[in-house]
């Protein structure tokens, strides 16, 4: 179900309801049963914007690259000490 913004026709209200697409919401501010859903659609709660995703995809390709580098330098440490008597 998509989340929809509703402006309040009796306070002005402004608030976001999960509704069916031909659903209608209450306000929560003064009760009035009756709000005008506005046309966009919002984002749902807790999804990122598009600049933190991507930011937090950099971070978590640095995360990897940098535990690969590690277990690179573990590898080589035991081989080295391996080698030696
Ligand atoms: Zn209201």
């Known amino acids: 179900m998509?989340?929809?913004?509703?402006?309040?026709e009796q306070c002005g209200t402004r608030?976001?309801?999960l509704v069916a697409a031909d659903g209608s919401a209450a306000c929560p501010s003064c009760g009035a049963a009756r709000a005008r859903r506005l046309f966009?659609?919002?984002?749902?709660?807790?999804?990122?914007?598009?600049?933190?995703?991507?930011?937090?995809d950099e971070s978590r390709r640095s995360e990897r690259e940098a535990a690969r580098?590690?277990?690179?330098a573990t590898a080589q440490k035991r081989r080295a000490a391996g080698e030696k008597p």
């Open 40 to 56: 966009s659609p919002v984002s749902p709660p807790g999804r990122q914007p598009r600049g933190a995703g991507v930011r937090s």
């Open 2 to 8: 998509p989340i929809y913004e509703f402006e309040c």
């Open 15 to 17: 608030f976001e309801e």
């Open 69 to 72: 580098q590690d277990r690179i």
